[in-house]
C-alpha cells in the first residue's frame, strides 16, 4: 500500500489537480517539488497546503543535490513526475530550456530515484514506483488518418516540446531496462478544467472572450485534439500508480475529439448563455473569432484510444466534453481573483512561438 508520494511539478496545472485529487480522496502523505516558474501557482494549492499530509520544496529538478537530498530525506514509495516545460509556442521561440528541463532533469530525477531505490530492502524496491506522466505529442501527426494513438505507436514529434517528452520517455524506459527500476509511463491527451494557466487554448479563450479581445484561430481551426478533463486524468493516474504493471504504457483519453474551431464556438456559445451582457461593441462571442497564421509545425490530429487503461485498471473518464467544459467556463467566471493575479505578472494573453507575428493568441495544442 503507498503511503508517501513525491510529486513533481505540483504546482503547475496537472501536478495541482493530482495533489487536490490526493489530498481529497486518499490517506497519503505528499511532498511537492516545483521551481515555480511562470506556470507554477501556489495558489492552486490553497485548499490542501496547510494539511498535515502535504509538504512543498521549491527547487529545480536538474539540481541533483538538492533532488537527492529531498528523495533521501522524503523517502517515498512512489514518485510522480509531472515537471515539465510544456507549452508548445514558448519550445519555437526558446527550445534550450525545454531541453534543460524536459530531458536533463527526468534524468537527475530517475538517477536520484535509482540511488534510493536501490538502497531499498528488497521488499521495497518491489512495490516501489517511478511514474513519468508524458503527452500524446510525442507520436506526432494523424492527420488524413483515421487511427487511434495506441501505446506501441511509433513515436514522431514534431516541437521541441514533443521531442523533449519523447526524450524524457526513452530514458524512463531505459532506467527500467537497464536498472531494472520499477517505472510507469502515461501519454495523455489535452487536458482542460480549473486553475488552467490562461496562455493555453481554452483558458485563453474564455478570458479574451469576457475582455473582448478577438479568439485568434490558428489556420482554419480545423486541427483536431482529443480533451481530457483534468480531474478524471489525476484519478488515471493514481490509479496506475496503484495498480499499473512496471515496465507498461497506459495512454489516457477523453473521448473528445473536437476542431479547435468547435472547441472556440462551444465556448462562445457558453458564455453567450452565461455572461449575455458583453462589453460595448461586441455582437456576440463568436464574432470574435479571427483566424490567423498557423503556427510552424502544427500537428493536424491527435487522438488516444485509452482501452488499455479501460480494459486492465477501469479507469473511464466521467466527464464528456460538454459536461466538463460548461464546469470549467463556470470556474473561470467564479474565480476572477486568481486569473487576474495570474494576468498581473509576465503574460498578457499574447502570442508565442509564431515567428515574430504576434495574433495576441495562445497554445493550440
Known amino acids: 500500500m ?7 511539478g ?5 501536478g495541482s489537480a493530482l495533489i487536490r485529487y490526493l489530498i481529497s480522496h486518499t490517506g497519503v502523505q505528499i511532498a511537492n517539488i516545483d521551481k515555480l516558474t511562470y506556470a507554477g501557482n501556489l495558489e492552486s494549492l490553497a485548499d490542501v497546503e496547510h494539511s498535515e499530509r502535504y509538504t512543498f520544496c521549491q527547487a529545480d529538478i536538474t539540481d541533483a543535490a538538492e533532488v537527492q537530498r529531498i528523495v533521501e530525506n522524503f523517502r517515498p514509495q512512489a514518485i510522480m513526475h509531472l515537471a515539465a516545460e510544456s507549452h508548445v509556442d514558448r519550445s519555437i521561440d526558446g527550445p534550450i530550456e525545454f531541453v534543460r528541463t524536459n530531458v536533463m532533469g527526468t534524468a537527475v530525477l530517475l538517477d536520484a530515484a535509482r540511488k534510493y531505490w536501490q538502497a531499498l530492502p528488497e521488499h521495497e524496491q518491489q512495490s516501489f514506483r517511478f511514474h513519468h506522466v508524458s503527452t500524446d505529442e510525442v507520436y506526432g501527426d494523424l492527420e488524413g488518418s483515421t487511427e487511434l494513438f495506441t501505446e ?28 531494472g527500476m520499477p517505472v510507469l509511463v502515461t501519454n495523455c491527451s489535452n487536458n482542460y478544467g ?14 479574451n472572450a469576457l475582455h473582448g479581445k478577438p479568439l485568434p484561430v490558428y489556420g482554419n481551426g480545423m486541427q483536431i485534439r482529443d480533451w481530457l478533463y483534468v480531474e478524471d486524468h489525476a484519478r488515471a493516474l493514481w490509479r496506475v500508480v496503484c495498480a499499473g504493471v512496471p515496465g507498461e504504457t497506459y495512454n489516457i483519453g477523453g473521448h473528445n475529439e473536437l476542431a479547435n474551431l468547435n472547441v472556440v464556438e462551444t465556448i462562445c456559445d457558453l458564455l453567450e448563455e ?15 473569432i479571427k483566424f490567423v497564421q498557423d503556427r510552424p509545425g502544427h500537428d493536424r490530429r491527435y487522438a488516444i484510444d485509452a482501452s488499455k487503461i479501460e480494459r486492465e485498471l477501469g ?18 467566471l467564479e474565480n476572477q481573483e486568481w486569473w487576474q493575479r495570474v494576468l498581473s505578472g ?10 515574430g507575428v504576434n495574433h495576441q493568441e495562445g497554445d493550440y495544442q
Request: positive net charge.
Open 315 to 332: 479507469w473511464v473518464p466521467q466527464e464528456s466534453f460538454q459536461t466538463g467544459i460548461r464546469k470549467t467556463v463556470s470556474w473561470y
Open 274 to 288: 452565461l455572461v449575455p451582457i458583453k462589453l460595448a461593441g461586441v455582437a456576440s462571442y463568436r464574432s470574435l
Open 2 to 8: 503507498i503511503e508517501r508520494v513525491l510529486v513533481t
Open 194 to 207: 480549473p486553475y488552467h494557466f490562461p496562455e493555453k487554448l481554452i483558458p485563453h479563450m474564455i478570458l
Open 152 to 179: 506501441v505507436t511509433s513515436y514522431s514529434p514534431s516541437s521541441p516540446y514533443s521531442a523533449s517528452k519523447a526524450g524524457s520517455d526513452h530514458l524512463v524506459r531505459a532506467w527500467q531496462r537497464t536498472y
Open 346 to 355: 509576465d503574460y498578457r494573453l499574447g502570442r508565442l512561438g509564431a515567428a
Open 10 to 14: 505540483g504546482a503547475g496545472f496537472i
